[in-house]
């Protein structure tokens, strides 16, 4: 009823949303109100028109089709039943023009009502157009020929106007509700075609939803701004760890740094970096306090729209503790291997030195002796590799130290050592270099850098030793024309104990510790180091150290 009384204010919008019955009603009632107005009308001022039978029939057959439309369930008929109404309604019209005769004019008009019914319904457009033409001729010859008055072609052409005008009425209204209709299937496609998008979206939010929060890591997505914008179940369980709620800022969390006791500054933490639109992986994390501290392997990768440009970040936390642990019991046991192995060794190489320099030693005696004692350096080096390895961190003290001297030092001891002669080596290093770093360390990542390329260029070639200040930094790279390593083993080559197939099967010797301890001590030192190359080819390692400032410069006696 709300909806009825709606349509009769003129609130167009839900028409369509009615009830069948409710809409032939509201369809009938225009005609009906009209007829109901003449009545008034003659009541008022005609009443000779009530003496007139034919009006009175057109009345009352109006009345019968207007409660036809109330009482018929038009619901549960074919769609297109309706439409006898407004074909009906010529008839009562007809009886009411003629009974009105030329008390009222005009009545005739009323057939405008049906037509535009028609018309409008979209149904059949054709045949409505020629039914509304055709009744309205009706109305107006009906008469002519049924009275007993001659038929003159003055009678008969006297209202022909009004079929032509109905006519031309419905023409109007039939192109008008075409395109209305064809405007209104355009907004109903485009409606369906949202709501299928809707739909999809929601499937995609419940699926993104049920995906997130099954995963065993935890997730936060961040918008450009750093603002969270999604978190799951995992996260809360981690922030619980840290000490915080679903609701802590990450600030207030407790995140250590590897020691698992000094707090990491705010700047560090892995949200706060990847808000600054920081790309990183496996960035180490130390949450909560210990007993129940765990360790957590972060990474961030940033959301791009459909331009490239950074619209978010997407922030992971792994859990790696039992890794961790493992890994550090790894380190213990070589660790303690090692240092086992040392205590006999100091004590062979010591006596080998007693031995060698004992005078008259058979020549076949003091080649042994030099095998065996080759072998226990070699030995020696490997359990000296190994500690410190297991150290993890290896211990520096830096220093304003002279890289360029050094550089040139450690290749020339590298070319004393070589026993390759179709190796060559070549220094270009800028004079002046001033690296804070601790020299002992880096002449240790110099001679295995060196050794490497030596011992992986067995067919010889150029080894080069570049040394120079690149952005504020002291770069060094050493480049070798060898046997290279495919992108693959590129990958592994800074791991502990990685070994390529090729060095594995040319029996070259090494354990693989030499560039993960370089690595670890070229990192200790604020720097960084990476490698290049091409199978076949050969290798280009360099690394960077922090360049000593200014006021750094004057340099410190180097100990022995
Ligand atoms: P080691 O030389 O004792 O095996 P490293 O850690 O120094 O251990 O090197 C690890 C591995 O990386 C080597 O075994 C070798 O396969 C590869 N590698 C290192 N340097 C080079 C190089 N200059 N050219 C080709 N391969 C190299």
């Not at 209305?180 to 699926?207: N, P």
């Not at 090729?502 to 990192?523: D, F, H, Q």
Request: hydrophobic share 45%; aromatic share 6%.
């Amino acid at each position: 009823m709300d909806k009825v009384l709606s349509y009769l204010t003129l609130n167009t919008r839900q028409f369509h949303e009615l009830s069948l019955r409710a809409r032939v009603v509201l369809s009938q009632l225009p005609l009906s109100m009209t007829v109901l107005l003449i009545l008034a009308g003659g009541l008022l001022f005609h009443p000779d028109l009530f003496e007139s039978q034919a009006f009175l029939v057109g009345v009352g057959l109006q009345a019968l089709l207007l409660a036809v439309c109330v009482l018929v369930p038009w619901d549960r008929l074919p769609y297109a039943s309706f439409l006898v109404i407004p074909l009906l309604d010529f008839i009562p019209i007809g009886f009411m023009r003629h009974g009105a005769g030329t008390i009222i004019t005009g009545v005739g008009l009323l057939a405008v009502f049906p037509v535009i019914w028609l018309a409008a319904s979209g149904l059949f457009p054709r045949a409505a157009l020629a039914a509304g033409f055709l009744a309205s001729l009706g109305i107006v010859w009906v008469p002519v020929f049924v009275t007993d008055d001659a038929i003159t072609s003055q009678s008969l052409t006297q209202s022909v106007l009004l079929p032509f005008i109905m006519f031309a009425i419905g023409m109007t209204i039939r192109v008008m509700t075409a395109s209305m209709m064809a405007q209104q299937e355009v907004v109903e496609t485009k409606d369906r075609a949202l709501q299928a998008l809707l739909e999809e979206s929601a499937r995609r939010e419940r699926l993104l939803d049920t995906v997130v929060n099954s995963v065993d890591i935890g997730l936060i997505a961040l918008d450009e701004t750093g603002r969270q914008v999604l978190a799951n179940r995992k996260l809360e369980q981690f922030k619980a760890i840290a000490g915080g709620t679903r609701e802590t800022a990450e600030a207030d969390l407790q995140v250590f740094q590897q020691d698992g006791r000094s707090p990491l500054p705010e700047v560090r933490r892995p949200t706060r970096r990847a808000a600054e639109g920081q790309v990183f992986s496996d960035y180490l994390l130390w949450w909560g306090e210990r007993p129940n501290q765990r360790v957590l392997s972060t990474s961030s990768r940033l959301l791009l729209n459909q331009s490239g440009a950074r619209e978010g970040s997407v922030v992971t936390f792994n859990d790696v503790t039992e890794l961790v642990t493992a890994l550090n019991a790894k380190d213990e046991f070589v660790a303690t291997v090692s240092h086992e192995l040392r205590t006999p060794l100091t004590a062979i190489r010591g006596y080998l030195e007693l031995l060698t320099s004992m005078p008259d030693l058979e020549p076949d005696v003091a080649s042994g002796l030099e095998v065996v004692s080759r072998n226990s350096e070699r030995l020696h080096k490997l359990v000296v590799d190994l500690l410190s390895t297991a150290e993890g961190s290896p211990e520096i003290s830096v220093r304003p130290t002279d890289f360029s001297a050094l550089v040139t030092e450690r290749v020339s001891a590298a070319q004393e050592r070589n026993t390759n002669p179709l190796v060559r080596f070549e220094v270009h290093a800028e004079p002046d270099l001033v690296a804070m770093a601790d020299a002992p360390r880096v002449s240790q990542v110099l001679d295995n850098l060196l050794s490497n390329a030596v011992k992986y260029s067995p067919g010889g070639g150029r080894v080069s030793v570049h040394a120079a200040e690149v952005d504020g930094e002291v770069e060094c790279s050493v480049t070798d024309e060898g046997s290279g390593m495919s992108a693959e083993e590129l990958r592994g080559v800074f791991s502990k104990f990685f070994r390529t197939s090729a060095a594995r099967n040319a029996a070259i010797p090494g354990v693989g510790l030499g560039l993960a301890l370089s690595k670890a001590i070229v990192e200790r030192h604020g720097g960084t180091i990476t490698c290049r190359s091409v199978e076949g080819q050969g290798s280009t390692f360099t690394f960077r150290l922090p360049l000593a400032h200014a006021d750094q410069q004057q340099l410190q006696p180097q100990e022995p």
